[in-house]
């Protein structure tokens, strides 16, 4: 099945959309003309970005063509550094006409761009650095505080640049730029599978994997965009999200697709809250956003003493995607907002491949949609044929396809077993009915997703055992009805360590200085030994059972769930 037959009567848009898509790759391929390129020909003037600074501040516009231009500024001062086509590229940063611009200037000189989450502490940062091998960094005062908090040299830095102004070990991008010449550095002349973007994933045991893109991506993402935010470009269009850029659903589900499209990107440097997305949402006159569950359910909370949006927010579209939509929370953003509210799915290696859309005849409850114009998605069973529908099985996408990686960086036999013959597996185990409607049945590995974000249990282990009082340590998702999951971390302590309060807040503290704050275990449970396989691996299972034991406890009367508590856990 590949979501295409038989077809029920009210789809007629999405039979005819997949019937008639066909991919048009041009020989010569480069992200930043895409996004650029045909907007600075028909109307360079027109608005991209748009900063929104609170309430009662005027917004800061930029446009194509001073987004164009200082991405051309910053590829001169890059190229004058030594950078050139096939290096790696670190962007620290927050949403910010920079981070874009720093973008669009690696993609324009061939090398490879690598957006690092600014909230990352120094043990997480380095190893994506060391590991990417970047050569050059674009980041702020935030992140130059994280860098010179690393513990190990990084060779293959050679040029830290600061928007934030000159510092120590630092240049001042500002006035290098200034000083440029944007008409040095023409494009490069990149084709579709030449290295563009590496973005790190987590796995489930040891250290997170780069995923490499070539410039491809961005065109496999554009019939999911179209899907999900019902043919898109509309009059008015525009984007907001509060997902860091950093994020493959930050950048790849709305940056750069709205930048093709030419629909403005609206974006905010102030912290998330409910109150004042749907604020801001309502000033800035947001038609689309991506809003991942935590983030609706979050604006739910915020929204309680009212039944619908106010009068002067008017979103045309939601996509929600990154963790699984609560039917509870998807009935109310669709009664509050009075628009779609459409899921899809994907991975960092493989993105929005399925995909609903109420307008295309494409939503039915409990579904996460059906496959994209230009994918083909098919649930296998164990030994690799094709389930019949209504069968478990994992969700796998036909190669070749554009959105799909080009490798693990550096790790190829990880890369071969992500794939089985012309497939790419997901680990995620699914359902799909007679018409290509596929239901997320859950992982197939141990990665946990917590308020949009996907972590890999191994990193959160690997820094808890630098802790001296850690002798063995398993890292679980407990579900959490706000975040989807919660990372809790059980743990045997070291002899002759006394396990209390005390010590969970320092290891707590400990993994959030050194990773990052959605990392850390916001619970630590204490336990007497460890369950092992025959092979010595730990049975995340057996935790994973007690955290959903836990929760399930602790959402029932506290009459009801008095004396229960995680079995061979102690204080």
Known sequence: ????????????????????????????????????????????????????????????????????????????????????????????????????????????????????????????LGFRLARAG?????????????????????????????????????????????????????????????????IFTSGTTGNPKGALHGHRVLAGHLSGFVMAHEDLPQPGDAMWTPADWAWAGGLLNALLPSLHFGVPVVFSAARFSGAEALALMARRGVRNAFLPATALRLMRSAASDLERAPADLSLRTILSAGETLPAATHAWARAFFGCPVNEAFGQTECNLVLASAEGWGVSKPGSIGRAVPGHRVAILDPDGREAAPGTPGEIAVAAPDPVMFLGYLGDPAATRAKMRGDWLMTGDQGVMDTEGFVSFVGRDDDIIT???????????????????????????GKPDPVRTE??????????GV????????????????????????????FVDEMPLTTSGKIMRRVFRDMARTEAEAEAEPRSLSAGKGPPAARA
């Not at 972590?455 to 679980?476: F, R, S, Y």
């Open 498 to 525: 006394r396990a209390d309060e005390a010590l969970a807040e320092a290891l707590k503290r400990h993994v959030r200085e050194r990773l990052s704050p959605h990392e850390y275990p916001r619970e630590i449970g």
């Open 450 to 476: 917590s308020a949009g974000y996907r972590i890999g249990p191994g990193e959160v282990e690997n820094c808890l055992l630098t802790h001296p009082a850690c002798a063995l340590v398993a890292v679980v």
């Open 134 to 198: 970047v050569s050059a960094l674009v980041t702020n005062a935030e992140g130059l505080d994280t860098l010179r908090a690393l513990a190990e040299p990084l060779p293959a830095l050679r040029r830290v640049l600061s928007v934030s102004g000159p510092a120590e070990g630092a240049l001042d991008l500002a006035r290098l730029a200034a000083e440029a010449d944007p008409a040095r550095t023409p494009t490069a002349e990149t084709g579709p599978g030449d290295p563009a973007l590496l």
């Open 1 to 124: 099945m590949d979501g295409t037959t038989p077809l029920s009567p009210g789809d007629a848009i999405y039979a005819a959309r997949r019937a008639a898509f066909r991919w048009d790759l041009p020989a010569r391929c480069n992200i930043a003309e895409a996004c650029l390129g045909p907007w600075l020909a028909a109307e360079p003037e027109r608005i991209c970005l748009i900063e929104d600074r609170g309430a009662g501040l005027s917004p800061v516009e930029t446009s194509y063509a001073a987004l164009a231009d200082r991405a051309a500024r910053f590829a001169a001062v890059l190229s004058d550094l030594g950078v050139s086509r096939g290096d790696f590229v670190g962007i620290v940063l927050p949403q910010s006409v920079e981070t874009a611009a720093a973008h669009l200037a690696a993609y324009r000189l061939g090398a490879v761009a690598v957006p690092l989450a600014l909230r990352f502490g120094p043990e997480a």
């Open 486 to 495: 919660i990372v809790k971390a059980y743990v045997v302590p070291a002899d």
